[in-house]
């Protein structure tokens, strides 16, 4: 006679955005980049040489479009997608200046952006619906590999309506101001 099989229930760690905050805190991710996506760790690639470059263009040049505005670029930070996510971006344009410990609110951004020399994929894809379900008005994916930026705007049920190619080069409206950035 055949027993009925039971399998084993799910015995994965999750966590909440404040448990990962705290071991963040606590030093358990020192000397990692590591991003916590439906309340599962996941650990990131270090960029490459070109990555660092790129980002540093592009803070640049969202520096110079906000100059004189009440907008704040940042760099490098947290976004707190919901209470189980936490994801890092390359760029943001928020719409005041925020506190230094705590990651940026959905609601304060105009812009994320994902410089992508390797991450394509996941940017494209799993960042894009994070980001669009979020709330994010506009997402740009700095594609290095193919010299364009992927324009995303519009969130609408969690996607973007707007999506948008544009060669490096050609100018891009910054929102939340009247100026234009041309990347490349």
């Given at each position: 006679?055949?027993?009925?099989?039971?399998?084993?229930?799910?015995?994965?760690?999750?966590?909440?955005?404040?448990?990962?905050?705290?071991?963040?805190?606590?030093?358990?991710?020192?000397?990692?980049?590591?991003?916590?996506?439906?309340?599962?760790?996941?650990?990131?690639n270090p960029p490459l040489g070109g990555h660092s470059t790129r980002q540093a263009m592009v803070i640049g040049?969202?520096?110079?479009?906000?100059?004189?505005?009440?907008?704040?670029?940042?760099?490098?930070?947290?976004?707190?997608?919901?209470?189980?996510?936490?994801?890092?971006?390359?760029?943001?344009?928020?719409?005041?200046?925020?506190?230094?410990?705590?990651?940026?609110?959905?609601?304060?951004?105009?812009?994320?952006?994902?410089?992508?020399?390797?991450?394509?994929?996941?940017?494209?894809?799993?960042?894009?619906?994070?980001?669009?379900?979020?709330?994010?008005?506009?997402?740009?994916?700095?594609?290095?590999?193919?010299?364009?930026?992927?324009?995303?705007a519009e969130p609408i049920d969690g996607d973007y309506a707007d999506i948008r190619t544009v060669r490096f080069?050609?100018?891009?409206?910054?929102?939340?101001?009247?100026?234009?950035?041309?990347?490349?």
């Open positions: 006679m055949n027993l009925p099989v039971r399998l084993a229930p799910d015995t994965r760690a999750r966590f909440t955005a404040a448990e990962f905050l705290r071991m963040g805190e606590a030093g358990a991710f020192e000397g990692m980049k590591v991003e916590l996506v439906a309340g599962e760790l996941e650990r990131m040049a969202l520096w110079q479009a906000a100059r004189g505005s009440s907008l704040t670029v940042l760099a490098e930070t947290s976004v707190q997608v919901d209470d189980s996510t936490i994801v890092a971006c390359d760029a943001a344009l928020a719409h005041r200046p925020l506190g230094d410990r705590e990651p940026t609110r959905p609601d304060v951004l105009l812009l994320v952006v994902e410089v992508s020399e390797t991450t394509q994929a996941r940017d494209l894809s799993l960042k894009r619906l994070l980001y669009a379900a979020a709330g994010i008005p506009t997402y740009w994916v700095v594609d290095g590999a193919r010299a364009v930026v992927h324009i995303h080069g050609a100018p891009l409206p910054v929102p939340g101001t009247d100026g234009q950035v041309t990347l490349g």
